[in-house]
């Protein structure tokens, strides 16, 4: 069955192999729901907005508010900065990891509940289940076109991070940056997503560092052209 | 049935960016510099290499005393007339396993980059680097595109959704 819903500003698309309980796809749009109401800078009477303009302190905040600080601090040490929670003015921003964690957390309701397929969530996709599933890659240079049609294997996550759609989605201290697109594949959704936002703020000259050192496989899109690490899956030959 | 045209369409621009690498691809000793400076650590096994250099040709002292300042400061570079020969690096642990790696220098430039040791603790071959390298488009984009189940790209808005190959691979249902 497929089923697409708004949330977070985009839109979720779920396909699942058979039938599940309409209770079932309810949970998980209550699942992105639920994020979005308490971390939504868009929405004034969320506790990130509250932090946001001081009306809340943060050690006053939600228990799963810190919990996702924490989660987004450590990101940013295991990027080495280039992932950010922090935008340019100072305000506090987790939308950068709490869409993957929504993800995850459906993935997994799914899952326990014996449903296999996809969840796909502006870009960014996750397998539900063991299956093995072929994704296309946006090409940035032309959105209606596939760049590249790697399988969700091993790897069971894929999150695509561009410079081009969203122009204030990454802050780099580099000031613009030179990659067009990261497109990344981990094994899950967050570490995906967090590493290929990493990927564009720093740049062709900064990423093969970062790339060294995480469990990942990156196809990265520049000016000069197409770049893959070494386990980006290649086509038979 | 758009979203399967336009799938096959990027077999077309995929052709042409492999025209657009071999144009502009990057010499061979470029490509070996890129194995030499590959990896954090390489940096320090040719520091190594570079270092038995001195003690392996002890017999041709009063020519590497010469070059012996600019061969510690930078033993790549061509002008610094680094002394000919085959060169050994020790080896060096990184996360991928233990890896050695060999230099071989001709008329001053490296010509030659190998990697002598590359094993993991299991014994097995393995990669140097996770570094991402200049790849054909078609090395990346198979013949079953057109069967892609779902799309990964930056962020689009709900109002792009509607525009978006997503969107047309939701609706048309394969």
């Known amino acids: 069955m497929r089923h697409a819903f708004e949330t977070m500003g985009t839109v979720a698309s779920l396909h699942l192999d058979g039938p599940v309980p309409a209770s079932l796809i309810e949970a998980v749009e209550n699942v992105f729901a639920d994020y979005d109401a308490e971390f939504s800078l868009y929405r004034s009477d969320s506790p990130l907005s509250a932090i946001g303009d001081g009306r809340l302190r943060l050690t006053d905040a939600?228990?799963?508010?810190?919990?996702?600080?924490?989660?987004?601090l450590d990101w940013n040490r295991r990027t080495t900065g280039w992932f950010s929670p922090h935008r340019p003015d100072g305000v506090l921003d987790l939308s950068g990891t709490i869409k993957a964690v929504a993800i995850g957390d459906a993935v997994e309701l799914?899952?326990?509940?014996?449903?296999?397929?996809?969840?796909?969530?502006?870009?960014?996709?996750?397998?539900?289940?063991?299956?093995?599933?072929?994704?296309?890659?946006?090409?940035?240079?032309?959105?209606g076109r596939v760049l590249a049609d790697p399988v969700l294997d091993a790897r069971r996550a894929i999150a695509t991070s561009g410079s081009a759609e969203r122009g204030d989605h990454i802050w780099s201290s580099l000031g613009r940056t030179d990659i067009l697109q990261a497109t990344v594949l981990a094994d899950d959704i967050v570490t995906a997503d967090a590493v290929a936002t990493a990927i564009v703020a720093a740049g062709t000259a900064h990423c093969?560092?970062?790339?060294?050192?995480?469990?990942?496989?990156?196809?990265?899109?520049?000016?000069?052209?197409?770049?893959?690490?070494p386990g980006w899956p290649r086509v038979a030959s | 049935m758009s979203a399967r045209a336009t799938v096959g369409g990027a077999v077309v621009s995929g052709a042409i960016l492999?025209?657009?690498?071999?144009?502009?691809?990057?010499?061979?000793?470029?490509?070996?510099?890129?194995?030499?400076?590959?990896?954090?650590?390489?940096?320090s096994s040719s520091g190594s290499a570079s270092g038995s250099t001195g003690s392996s040709s002890s017999g041709s002292g009063s020519a590497s005393s010469g070059t012996g300042s600019s061969a510690t400061s930078g033993s790549t570079t061509a002008t610094t007339g680094a002394t000919d020969?085959?060169?050994?690096?020790?080896?060096?642990?990184?996360?991928?396993?233990?890896?050695?790696?060999?230099?071989?220098?001709?008329?001053?430039?490296?010509?030659?980059?190998?990697?002598?040791?590359?094993?993991?603790?299991?014994?097995?071959?393995?990669?140097?680097?996770?570094?991402?390298?200049?790849?054909?488009?078609?090395?990346?984009?198979?013949?079953?595109?057109?069967?892609?189940?779902?799309?990964?790209?930056?962020?689009?808005?709900?109002?792009?959704?509607?525009?978006?190959?997503?969107?047309?691979?939701?609706?048309?249902?394969?």
């Open chain 1, 62 to 72: 939600p228990a799963r508010v810190i919990r996702e600080y924490e989660r987004a």
């Open chain 1, 110 to 143: 799914l899952a326990s509940a014996g449903g296999s397929g996809l969840l796909g969530v502006g870009g960014d996709v996750a397998a539900i289940g063991t299956g093995i599933h072929r994704i296309g890659v946006v090409d940035p240079r032309d959105r």
């Open chain 1, 208 to 229: 093969g560092d970062l790339l060294d050192a995480l469990p990942v496989d990156a196809l990265i899109v520049s000016a000069e052209g197409l770049s893959a690490t």
């Open chain 2, 18 to 43: 492999a025209l657009g690498w071999i144009a502009g691809a990057a010499m061979p000793a470029a490509t070996t510099a890129t194995v030499a400076t590959g990896t954090g650590t390489s940096g």
């Open chain 2, 85 to 174: 020969g085959t060169y050994t690096g020790s080896s060096v642990s990184t996360r991928f396993g233990d890896v050695q790696v060999q230099v071989t220098i001709s008329g001053g430039a490296i010509t030659d980059v190998t990697a002598v040791h590359l094993t993991d603790h299991d014994g097995k071959s393995v990669q140097i680097s996770n570094r991402a390298a200049p790849i054909l488009a078609q090395e990346v984009l198979s013949a079953q595109s057109a069967n892609v189940q779902m799309v990964s790209g930056a962020t689009y808005t709900s109002r792009a959704y509607l525009e978006s190959l997503q969107s047309a691979l939701d609706q048309a249902g394969f």
